[in-house]
């Protein structure tokens, strides 16, 4: 089944071997960074919040993926020990050992016996034996409020020891403030992000599974989390080429209006600058500096063309 999955937040199957008993040995590719379970849990650096809502996002994405094949696989042990990190932090899922394709023909009788992680395993699903992708969507709500909380699913020294039975009354009372892992700074543009992820951590975690959104809507919301946070520094560097563009044009401009000349003798001219420096250049006549205007003018134009849909989706109201 992993064989058919091609994407890349799915842990890459690189080939099957044979194991010191004479058994097959699933090589799988190396994730330099461990698991998000030792990462929230057992690393002295915790990852910051806009890592957070990286992850979740690509974690929402490989799942949807797997959702959207033909037929349609259910993980049924999402959880964050099952999530591996290479060396850039990118999220990955791994471990397909328990997971199904579910055929829409397939009936409530013909599904395998629940499976999964406590504290990860949807009730209702253990309850009533249905399987479908809300099963997932439930153990990916539980990931994202271990996320956000850095508290395990399932810790037996705490009461509630359910990180769904403790974190629900917090949302619902609107004590989001409490929720969040407090080895963690919390600036105030933060906070709008972190309400939006914990708004989709309680509809994927609800009691009825059909309250629960599917994982299309997931990843559509989640990218909109990301959008929160991300475009500031993308933002500056385009930003940044916008001046130059300006600055090379108006140079040009400056040149080509003082220095016009109508016949074909070579010209020289210098242009000091407001840093103190000086550009030299060299024209044989003043086609060659309507040329360089109109390439000043393109840059331009293709720099604002690079700005605008970042620039809206920024100051878009909401």
């Known amino acids: 089944m992993l064989a058919s999955v091609k994407n890349s937040g799915v842990v890459d199957l690189v080939g099957v071997s044979r194991g010191p008993t004479g058994g097959p040995l699933l090589v799988m590719e190396f994730m330099h960074r461990g698991s998000l379970h030792d990462l929230l849990h057992s690393s002295s650096d915790p990852p910051a919040w806009p890592r957070r809502f990286a992850m979740a996002l690509q974690l929402a994405r490989a799942v949807l993926s797997l959702h959207e094949a033909a037929p349609a696989i259910i993980h049924r042990d999402i959880k964050s020990a099952n999530v591996l990190l290479d060396s850039r932090w990118n999220a990955k899922l791994a471990d397909f050992s328990i997971a199904v394709r579910r055929d829409d023909r397939m009936q409530p009788l013909d599904s395998?016996?629940?499976?999964?992680?406590?504290?990860?395993?949807?009730?209702?699903?253990?309850?009533?034996?249905?399987?479908?992708?809300?099963?997932?969507?439930?153990?990916?709500?539980?990931?994202?409020?271990?996320?956000?909380?850095?508290?395990?699913?399932?810790?037996?020294?705490?009461?509630?020891?359910?990180?769904?039975?403790w974190a629900l009354p917090m949302l619902r009372a609107n004590r989001l403030a409490e929720v969040c892992d407090g080895t963690v700074a919390l600036p105030g543009r933060m906070k709008r992000p972190i309400r939006?992820?914990?708004?989709?951590?309680e509809k994927c975690v609800s009691e009825k599974v059909e309250g629960r959104p599917l994982m299309g809507e997931v990843v559509r919301e989640l990218q909109g989390v990301v959008e929160?946070?991300?475009?500031?520094?993308?933002?500056?560097?385009?930003?940044?080429?916008?001046?130059?563009?300006?600055?090379?044009?108006?140079?040009?401009?400056?040149?080509?209006?003082?220095?016009?000349?109508?016949?074909?003798?070579?010209?020289?001219?210098?242009?000091?600058?407001?840093?103190?420096?000086?550009?030299?250049?060299?024209?044989?006549?003043?086609?060659?500096?309507?040329?360089?205007?109109?390439?000043?003018?393109?840059?331009?134009?293709?720099?604002?063309?690079?700005?605008?849909?970042?620039e809206q989706k920024q100051c878009s109201p909401g």
């Open 112 to 165: 395998p016996i629940p499976a999964g992680t406590i504290g990860y395993l949807d009730p209702c699903y253990d309850e009533s034996g249905e399987l479908g992708p809300r099963n997932d969507v439930f153990s990916f709500g539980v990931v994202l409020l271990e996320l956000v909380s850095c508290r395990k699913a399932m810790d037996m020294e705490r009461d509630p020891s359910s990180i769904v039975a």
């Open 196 to 201: 939006r992820m914990l708004s989709i951590a």
């Open 228 to 310: 929160d946070v991300l475009p500031w520094p993308i933002l500056g560097s385009v930003r940044s080429k916008v001046s130059e563009g300006v600055h090379k044009s108006v140079r040009a401009w400056r040149r080509w209006v003082e220095k016009r000349v109508n016949t074909g003798k070579s010209v020289v001219c210098k242009d000091y600058l407001l840093d103190g420096g000086a550009d030299e250049c060299g024209y044989s006549d003043s086609n060659s500096m309507e040329d360089e205007i109109g390439n000043s003018d393109k840059t331009i134009k293709n720099c604002r063309d690079l700005a605008n849909p970042l």
